[in-house]
């Protein structure tokens, strides 16, 4: 079953009050919610995810702890307009794990895992109509060449992208292993040495499949907005583009411009709202007993005024 990564760390930053109103922007299977509803005994969680088995799993999990909770099933990018709905408009804290659970990874037919024969899939929300397969067989050489590049950050790029458009003028291509062997051909074996060689490209065919940089960029703005003095942000990412984008966001909020910070004095407005509390990534001890936590970064910001 999954292991949450950074999962003390995470709450214990977090700082949670017993009264406090929480959400957890990413369910999956209820590692952070479970140890957030046994400290909020007089509070409220809020619970997000798209994914149906998810969300059955978690809420037998969190029904036995507590019955101060709820599961919304929607997308994080909608957490403002789903918490405005149920006049939620100040939150104590936030928790995003950007994470593919292990349970998506190690059951085939989602076509998240590069080591598993599946159809193309790697739907977050599995009653969307796009799936991977659609990148893969509609997208054109322009666009492929687009999102591994900038969202797998994949060196053979190019090649890969001409492979797949080549292939597929003979037939479709429609399982993972068909995608991981074009991939395999579109690179030198010294490429293949130290990871797996699919590894960027689904990791970019994924990201394109369920917006989650765009919608990761729209819910961290909503919960900067909604977060209370006091209150905390904490965001597990786990690879460069996602952790760029919380840290560059972060950092904004958290520090005085160049011009004001050349000031002797900088009046009290114009401080910042936010300060950076923590920078985290997993100990030598998780790392060897967890080998996906590899790649984790855990960043936590507080609001300090209003």
């Known amino acids: 079953m999954h292991k949450t990564v950074l999962l003390e760390e995470t709450i214990d930053n977090l700082d949670v009050k017993e ?7 990413t369910l999956g299977f209820g590692g952070h919610s479970g140890l957030i509803l046994k400290r909020i005994k007089r509070g409220f969680l809020f619970a997000f995810d798209q994914d149906e088995m998810a969300i059955d799993y978690s809420f037998k999990k969190l029904s036995a702890i507590g019955n101060n909770f709820e599961i919304i099933k929607s997308n994080f990018s909608k957490l403002k307009k789903e918490l405005e709905k149920r006049t939620i408009t100040k939150v104590d804290g936030f928790v995003f794990d950007l994470g593919v659970s292990s349970p998506q990874l190690d059951i085939a037919e989602r076509g998240f895992s590069y080591h598993k024969d599946a159809k193309l899939d790697m739907r977050m929300d599995t009653s969307s109509s796009f799936s991977a397969y659609n990148v893969v067989n509609e997208y054109s050489y322009d666009d492929l060449v687009r999102i591994l590049k900038n969202y797998g950050e994949e060196r053979y790029a190019s090649s890969i992208a001409r492979n797949i458009v080549k292939k597929r003028e003979e037939k479709e291509i429609t399982t993972t292993f ?82 004001l910070s050349k000031l002797p004095f900088v009046p009290e407005e114009y401080l910042p709202k936010f300060k950076i509390v923590a920078n985290i990534s997993p100990s030598k001890e998780e790392i060897e007993e967890n080998n996906r936590s590899r790649s984790a970064r855990l960043r936590v910001i507080e609001r300090i005024k209003g």
């Open 178 to 259: 068909e995608l991981v062997d074009i991939i395999k051909s579109s690179m030198p074996i010294k490429a293949m040495k130290d990871s797996h060689p699919a590894r960027k490209t689904f990791q970019a065919i994924r990201i394109e499949v369920n917006h989650e940089l765009d919608v990761l960029d729209v819910a961290l703005d909503s919960a900067l907005e909604l977060l209370k003095v006091g209150g905390r942000i904490a965001v597990i990412t786990f690879h460069s583009l996602e952790d760029r984008i919380v840290k560059e966001k972060f950092n904004k909020c958290s520090k005085l411009s160049d011009d």
């Open 19 to 25: 009264d406090g109103i929480y959400v957890d922007a």
